[in-house]
């Protein structure tokens, strides 16, 4: 379906309960001299937004008067929030929209229809404060319908450049065959090579002697798109479904078939066991989602367009950093945004790895520094990342920055001090990974700094960098030194007094 039938079908879509179809208005400057003509998009009780013969305009609605019978309320304004984008992750948006209602002590009613649809009204008068609907789309007619105005968010899985990105939850692809399937694991190598039609037997992967039989999504599903971004080519299932539901349950019934499905959506079929190029395990945890260690960690978001929200809206992507949003994510199946935490011994994997990988490049002077740093240490779930290539940080790390600033500011690390801890992967020359490590972290903190400049010296963490010294993963493959390049959030108990700043160690 081409992009001028999907937003035609959208159109169709979004014709919610409840709702009327958008009215010609006429605003007047106040002043005189200017009447702008168009179509009433909404009101979020400060500006209008109408669609005329120039485009898309946002007008403020003290210095003008509107004229015309799809004038608003200008006392209870009402706010369409119409969302587009991925059906696998639409099960957040009523439970979501739910806990903003009752958190604000608001109504909140749900259409008996087939497709999403809901009010948010105000408990007393009765009045409509929001008319809320889902439009599943393909994630390029979703992108086509927010650029031209005819919706106001995409659920998606992806960042985009133009848009402004919420986050919302953390989600994970696995692998899922069916329960009765001998193979005992797969590896990253492994899954890619199957993925591509390059394996097609299971004895090639250490299963028995019969014939894979690959599923997955349509290509032009979200799901299917941030796969193809991770594996840096489009997957040649045979066997493809509309949803995740019916992808899980043709793969539970077929114990030589493998597709790949959302954390959330695994049932009837059981989840592979996932490991690195070099036999280390890759377990789908939530503290290894959210800080994406865990190498197919996929952010779910909602994309804004640039332009002014209603009020309302507004508000509702604010409520997505709230406990309250969190769990009703968590109940809804997927991986909350909570800050977690893990003592650094719990972490003995990867301490395990570290040791068998020291050598020349890694001894064990700087095994014992890192040691005597993670003495006592808790690993926050806030992980940073670059852009690829860049030293941006990607779209979820500035969420995580964001959240990091508000915790440091409530005082979440009070007598406790915090380290920056930057990892490189195992390319080059030990003695530069080192200082790239070390620069990564200082890129962190200074945009922290810049995020939050109202932060003291003794609130801000301190820098560390530990080159390639605990890797996540080996770097034989692309995906394993992705996951090595990171800066960890560690907190360590400090009860300097007030106003000093901490001090650890210094790097030799």
Request: include cysteine.
């Amino acid at each position: 379906m081409g992009v001028k039938a999907g937003l035609a079908a959208l159109g169709a879509a979004l014709c919610i309960w409840g709702s009327a179809a958008a009215q010609d208005v006429t605003l007047v400057a106040r002043e005189g001299g200017i009447v702008l003509n168009g179509t009433l998009q909404g009101y979020d009780g400060e500006f209008y937004r109408i669609s005329t013969s120039y485009g898309l305009l946002t007008v403020d609605g003290q210095g003008v008067i509107c004229e015309g019978p799809a004038c608003p309320e200008l006392t209870a304004p009402k706010a369409v929030m119409r969302v587009v984008g991925s059906p696998d992750a639409a099960a957040l948006l009523p439970v979501l929209f739910q806990a903003f209602a009752s958190e604000r002590g608001l109504v909140y009613e749900a259409a008996e229809s087939g497709d999403y649809a809901a009010r948010i009204l105000d408990p007393e008068s009765r009045k409509d404060l929001a008319e809320i609907s889902f439009a599943a789309l393909p994630p390029d007619q979703a992108t086509a319908a927010l650029e031209a105005g005819a919706a106001d968010l995409k659920l998606a899985y992806r960042a985009e450049a133009g848009f402004s990105s919420h986050a919302v939850a953390m989600d994970a692809l696995v692998a899922i065959v069916a329960p009765d399937n001998p193979t005992p694991e797969i590896s990253t190598v492994e899954l890619a090579s199957v993925l591509a039609g390059k394996v097609t037997n299971w004895s090639e992967i250490g299963g028995p002697d019969m014939p894979v039989v690959l599923h997955a999504l349509a290509g032009d599903t979200d799901i299917q798109q941030a796969l193809a971004d991770r594996l840096g080519a489009k997957e040649g299932a045979v066997e493809l479904h509309p949803d995740l539901a019916s992808l899980a349950q043709a793969v539970a019934k077929d114990p030589w078939a493998i597709a790949i499905s959302g954390r959330s959506a695994i049932a009837p079929a059981r989840r592979m066991p996932l490991t690195d190029s070099c036999g280390f395990p890759l377990l789908p945890t939530a503290l290894a989602i959210k800080a994406e260690d865990y190498p197919l960690a996929l952010p779910v978001m909602l994309l804004a367009a640039k332009r002014r929200l209603p009020l309302l809206t507004r508000e509702f992507l604010d409520f997505l950093r709230t406990p309250a949003a969190q769990a009703a994510v968590a109940a809804a199946g997927f991986v909350d945004r909570s800050v977690s935490r893990q003592p650094m011994t719990a972490d003995g994997l990867r301490l395990i790895n570290a040791i068998q990988g020291a050598g020349e490049d890694v001894t064990l002077d700087d095994l014992k520094r890192l040691a005597g740093i993670m003495d006592g240490a808790d690993r926050i779930s806030l992980t940073f990342r670059f852009e690829d290539g860049s030293s941006t940080l990607d779209a979820q790390s500035q969420d995580n920055l964001a959240d990091l600033a508000q915790l440091i500011a409530a005082g979440q690390f009070r007598d406790q001090k915090l380290v920056l801890a930057g990892f490189s992967d195992g390319s080059g020359a030990a003695e530069a990974n080192l200082a790239l490590s070390v620069d990564r972290a200082a890129k962190v903190a200074q945009e922290l700094a810049a995020v939050a400049p109202d932060l003291s010296p003794a609130q801000m963490p301190v820098v560390e960098g530990f080159g390639e010294a605990l890797p996540m993963a080996c770097d034989e493959t692309a995906i394993g030194r992705q996951l090595n390049r990171r800066v960890e959030l560690w907190v360590v108990p400090d009860f300097s007094p007030t106003g000093t700043p901490p001090v650890l160690a210094p790097a030799p």
